[in-house]
């Protein structure tokens, strides 16, 4: 750990922990004037965090220390995943964070423990959330690893700041077979955030709810806490997608003039992104729970097609 | 060196006796002076097996001498120190737990002859690491298979324990059957029962040996199709041996696998693809049976049976990489499966033995009616969670950490240059993240089920905490869960291998800080705190019957994977009425259908008990016929003899 690591981490945490409300509030606002309605304000987010960390927790008297620990669990886990995605500089190399496995299962260790506290005040609502969270975790799995295996494959490492280094070098002309991964990823990010087609965040019945069901049961601070920890973690996801296909503007060494283009190029991508998901939001219904697994299979087929392409060039 | 090592195997040996001279002084004393005696001979042999493995020295010694031939003699070589200090280790703390463990339950007499057996049992499986002659070998496997039987069949009335114990034996013998043979094969080339490398075998025997020694300790590893003993031996044996046969019997066929393949004989292409096919099969249908399973110590036991697979995956690797001359891939999957190997004897036996305390607590092992028990067995719940979440691979623990090794040799195959392999790897390694994210599952539902929420019957509501000594053996192995998955990047290189694996160090020490801040941050805060009732929709009173069952946890699962469970729903009514309108009964069912168990065991062993059938009938007759038979076989006897020689 050397200062340039130290420097990194402090940033590139602290702004994806600023930003992410924004995003959160970005994609309602885009739905609602899809709707054709006007929608909260940007800031609604921030307001609304800000709200809940002056509330009261209220536990449920079943509840355990699994309900009090895991808003930390999930924030800390999903907090250091974000070092693993470089947004305001690339590190140097042998800082040991950045293997995309070990990334990919801190996200399976936030979503283990937010199960957990599903199932841990024993209401129907946090059980179903947590059965059926699970059971999408484990057919979105399979092809999350494949699209890592791809974007191996593609850029023959496994360590995600030097996969942005070699397409930022490179062009992306030289892989057109990312844009096949990122489509297949682009299904992933739905998948992850909780979105329409495969869960739908906004729906008042907790019936219907996978990702709200679970968080049902925390209030206040906790809750405030567990909604940021979602935020961080679609704005993670989103700069995988967004770093992987179009790098442009990302500074590779710690100048201020770098970082600040590399952030500002970042919040225009992201926030074009972010329109981009609000529309394929609004313009889809909810997939029937039993017909989800097709809908990862075009994700999976995808990311298979992709290596073996890359096998057979 | 040596020396101690064999005064820790007189300790055991004396241990085994002890409770048993000690017969006048009351049973509780003898067996805790034997446990006493056991776990000092157990520090011995770690301690030598562990300086042996980390000095690279190697010890030879021989024994005793049946004739020139059959020897028993102990070898260390690394890999040979490498389980024995596993095995002590893993030993130490399951005889530490069995403390208090074993008083509870059973007739005197019989903790007496389990306290005797479990020495025998642990000092078997030493010296069959340790063996450096086939016979040795093959004699203390055999006192291996036996006394874990003998102790298996603790609760010998049951019908349930019967099943088990025939299962078992029957199984464990096919297996050491297909090891007589590949040992015979190997002499009759190499002419001495030394245990050592050779290629004096030619091609087709060389093969033939391999699926000898494959199916030999596949049956006792419990690879998938050999694996129907596992979950029934398992779930029966008392928590303690349950532990043992898990934690590290299994890793004893790992270590014959290891020695006699890749050792002895020099592996060769395909069995690579045989052990990646069989051990994916084994892991994705391991945790897919485990979803399924509502029984705490057969989920458990299912559970074994795809971790068995993750390492056979890892040792497939290693052969296919090694084929291809691919040095850094080769070496994180054999390095990944060992490692495997000792992380999965840690957590395994630590569930176990949690599991058992659960057990001992409610009285049932059928988790759904468990529940609520973190309140009543906080510390069992903790250790339990820690279990869970280092079998779920979860990060910084280590079955993460060994895993991590598996993922990495898979996605580094790119370097292959042969597109048919990769595409096999490929497929692999989605197998691979398919039964890694289910097991996750099934362990927040086996966590959440048996401790979270409301008890869901009232033995679950009179649970007590266990005592300290069944808290102490789980809590050690807890801890090691931690400390070999945070500094595992420091434990590989230590040993000397330079692998690219991330450092879990700082990530560790990083996700720690967060936890701090935030937790800081809202006692500087004051959030004021009430304790409510479970917020559900109006309802008068929560009750656990609301709750979702284990069942009703993985339905999704299981409709989504009914083409492997086989689920059959069925809806049978009988009406009184002509229209059908008026019920008379119903039935409704849901069958899954044990496909290992109906479709290739039962028939096998129907088709010897028809063999056996008529076999006897032809016992059933006079002495002419006899006669015939005794004349029929010497003249046969002379023909061969005069054959052969």
């Known amino acids: 750990m050397n200062w340039n690591m130290i420097l990194y981490t402090v940033l590139n945490t602290t702004f994806v922990f600023l930003f992410a409300p924004l995003i959160v509030s970005l994609i309602k606002k885009v739905k609602a004037m899809c709707q054709g309605r006007r929608g909260t304000p940007l800031l609604q987010t921030y307001f609304q965090l800000f709200k809940l960390f002056k509330k009261e927790i209220v536990y449920s008297d079943n ?55 599903g199932l841990d005040a024993g209401s129907t609502f946090g059980n179903m959330g947590s059965s059926r969270e699970m059971t999408i975790a484990s057919i979105i799995e399979p092809t999350t690893l494949m699209a890592c295996a791809a974007l191996a494959f593609i850029l023959k490492t496994t360590d995600i700041p030097e996969m942005f280094g070699t397409v930022l070098s490179g062009s992306i002309l030289q892989y057109p077979t990312l844009f096949l991964v990122a489509s297949s990823l682009f299904i992933i990010l739905i998948v992850e955030t909780a979105r329409v087609p495969v869960d739908n965040p906004e729906t008042h019945l907790e019936l219907t709810m996978v990702h709200e069901a679970m968080i049902l049961e925390q209030s206040g601070p906790k809750l405030a806490l567990m909604e940021l920890s979602y935020g961080i973690k679609q704005l993670i996801l989103m700069a995988f997608l967004i770093n992987i296909l179009f790098p442009w503007g990302m500074a590779t060494d710690t100048t201020l003039s770098g970082i600040l283009i590399s952030v500002a190029s970042f919040i225009i991508k992201a926030l074009l992104l972010a329109v981009a998901m609000g529309v394929f939001e609004s313009f889809f219904a909810k997939i029937r729970f039993f017909r989800l697994p097709d809908f990862f299979m075009i994700a999976f087929f995808l990311s298979f097609v992709t290596i073996v392409f890359e096998l057979l060039s | 060196m040596e020396t101690l090592f064999l005064s ?23 067996r805790r002076i034997a446990l006493f005696v056991l776990l000092s001979g157990l520090a011995c042999i770690t301690t030598a097996s562990l300086i042996c493995f980390l000095s690279g020295a190697e010890c030879i010694r021989l024994l005793y001498s049946l004739t020139p031939e059959l020897v028993f003699d102990i070898h260390f070589d690394s890999l040979s120190s490498f389980f024995i200090s596993l095995i002590g280790f893993v030993s130490f703390c399951t005889a530490l737990y069995s403390f208090n463990y074993i008083e509870h339950g059973g007739t005197e007499k019989r903790r007496l002859v389990l306290t005797a057996l479990l020495p025998l049992f642990i000092l078997s499986m030493i010296m069959v690491v340790a063996a450096d002659n086939m016979f040795g070998f093959l004699f203390f496997w055999e006192i291996m298979s036996i006394s874990s039987f003998l102790l298996m069949m603790y609760d010998r009335e049951k019908a349930e324990t019967q099943k088990a114990g025939i299962f078992y034996f029957v ?66 044996a008392p928590s303690n041996v349950s532990a043992l046969m898990s934690g590290v019997m299994l890793k004893v066929a790992i270590y014959g696998l290891c020695r006699f393949a890749f050792d002895v004989l020099q592996p060769e292409l395909w069995w690579g693809f045989v052990l990646l096919a069989f051990g994916t099969v084994s892991a994705l249908l391991g945790v897919i049976y485990a979803l399924k399973e509502h029984d705490l110590k057969k989920l458990l036991a299912y559970h074994s049976i795809e971790n068995i697979g993750i390492i056979v995956v890892g040792l497939g690797l290693y052969v296919i990489f090694n084929y291809y001359g691919l040095e850094i891939p080769a070496n ?89 392999v990769e595409i096999v790897m490929v497929i692999g390694l989605a197998a691979f993240a398919l039964m890694s994210a289910l097991a996750a599952a099934c362990f927040v539902k086996a966590f959440g089920v048996v401790f979270l929420a409301k008890p869901r019957s009232r033995e679950a509501g009179k649970a007590r905490e266990v005592s300290f000594g069944m808290l102490a053996g789980p809590a050690i192995l807890a801890l090691t869960c931690i400390v070999l998955g945070v500094f595992s990047f420091q434990i590989i290189s ?10 879990m160090l700082p990530v560790s020490i990083l996700l720690l800080l967060i936890i701090l801040i935030f937790a800081g941050l809202l006692k500087l805060f004051h959030a004021p705190v009430r304790i409510s009732e479970t917020w559900g929709c109006g309802i008068a009173k929560q009750t656990p019957a609301m709750e979702y069952t284990a069942t009703g946890f993985s339905e999704p699962i299981v409709t989504i994977f009914r083409l492997i469970f086989r689920t059959k729903k069925s809806n049978e009514k009988e009406y009184f009425d002509s229209a059908e ?39 059933n007759k006079d002495l002419e016929t006899f006669m015939v038979y005794a004349f029929v076989t010497i003249v046969l006897l002379l023909v061969t003899a005069g054959f052969w020689l």
């Open chain 2, 581 to 619: 309108s008026i019920t008379k009964r119903t039935e409704a069912k849901i069958t899954t259908f044990k496909f290992f168990e109906e479709r290739i065991y039962m028939p096998l062993a129907h088709l010897f008990m028809k063999i056996a059938a008529f076999i006897s009938q032809k016992h």
């Open chain 2, 8 to 30: 820790g195997c007189s300790l055991l040996l004396l241990a085994c006796v002890l409770p048993f001279i000690a017969r006048i002084t009351p049973g509780k004393t003898a």
């Open chain 2, 494 to 503: 230590g040993i000397g291998f330079d692998l690219p694996v991330p450092n």
């Open chain 2, 171 to 236: 199984m464990t013998q096919f297996g050491t059957l297909f090891l007589f043979i590949a040992f015979l094969l190997i002499y009759r080339y190499t002419n001495t029962f030394d245990i050592k490398a050779t290629d004096a075998l030619p091609q087709v025997v060389k093969s033939f040996a391999f699926i000898a020694i494959f199916i030999g300790f596949g049956t006792k590893a419990g690879i998938i199709p050999f694996h129907k003993w596992l979950p029934y031996a398992h779930s029966v």
């Open chain 2, 332 to 420: 994180l999957s054999l390095v990944g499966a060992l490692f495997h190997t000792l992380n999965h004897a840690v957590f395994k036996s630590l569930l176990f033995m949690t599991a058992g305390s659960v057990v001992q607590a409610t009285g049932t092992r059928n988790i759904e009616k468990m529940g609520g028990l973190v309140k009543k067995m906080p510390v069992t719940a903790v250790l339990f969670l820690i279990g869970s979440c280092a079998i779920s691979a979860l990060p910084p623990l280590n079955g993460f950490a060994s895993e991590i090794m598996i993922f990495q040799a898979y996605l580094e195959s790119f370097e292959l240059n042969n597109p048919v």
């Open chain 1, 63 to 117: 509840s355990s220390f699994i309900m009090r620990i895991s808003p930390y669990l999930n924030i800390a886990f999903l907090l250091v995943a974000s070092i693993f995605i470089p947004i305001v500089f690339i590190p140097a190399q042998e800082s040991g964070f950045g293997n995309i496995i070990l990334f990919l299962y801190l996200m399976v260790c936030a979503r283990f423990f937010m199960a957990l506290s």
